[in-house]
């Protein structure tokens, strides 16, 4: 199974890896389009900051960033499952995973980068500020800058398995699973449940969806559960505890299957 996360805006700072090396990453075939992503980056911040800040969408308490950005290349770097905090990081906890588990993570975990495409969570990674929605002047939008790359590089790594698609909108217009693939693909809308006047009402809410989405990741992990189909995957996460609608109802041909988990508490 290949779970597909969605990055942070809050990034761990304290790296103390050796400066990048963009072939070192997991998905090599995305190696070109990183240098190229990075080197626009790069060029960006280490000239005019106001037009940098315009372009990432920074507001004057981030100007920081942009320095961060222009020294990329020589920065310290760390592992991307430590790099990426957050709600949904946090729920998740990657630092206190079994080692069956942890080892699970690793080659099951992609995160969706607008810099780096995608990486595994073992990949050492500087922190940065670029997300997919950014439109860097040479490129364009990173999120149809990034499809021809993925459309290459994702179905290689999904292979015969299910891919469980918990990104948020930005980060899902980089990749589009077609076809077959598609049809092995799961994604998950998060539903908080509330009584109202005796009326049940559900609503989508950031926090919940976050953190339910780390934790269900986790639970997965920690069981030691590879579900081989979306139908399979909503059988095993009721056996987990939660509450998972959506599989009676098949995705269309080429299209994927969406589930919904309905949460009354974190």
Known sequence: MLVLLPPSEGKATGGTGPALGTGSLSLRGLGDARETVLAELVELCSGDEDKAAEVLGLSPGLRGEIAKNAGLRTAATMPAGRLYTGVLYDALDLATLSAPARAAAERSLLVFSGLWGAVRIGDAVPSYRCSMGVRLPGLGALGAYWRGPMAEALPREAGDGM????????????????????????????????????????????????????????????????????????????????????????????????????????
């Open 163 to 266: 891919v469980l698609d918990l990104r948020s909108a930005a980060y899902a217009t980089a990749w589009k699973p077609k076809g077959e693939l598609a049809e092995r693909t799961a994604t998950v809308r998060v539903l908080q449940s509330k009584i109202v006047k005796g009326v049940e009402k559900r609503s989508v809410v950031s926090h919940f969806n976050k953190a339910t989405k780390g934790r269900l990741v986790r639970d997965l992990l920690t069981a030691g559960l590879t579900p081989a189909g979306p139908r399979e995957l909503a059988e095993a996460l009721r056996d987990l505890g939660y509450v998972v609608e959506g599989d009676d109802t098949p995705a269309k041909a080429g299209k994927p299957w969406a589930l919904d988990v309905v949460v009354t508490e974190l």
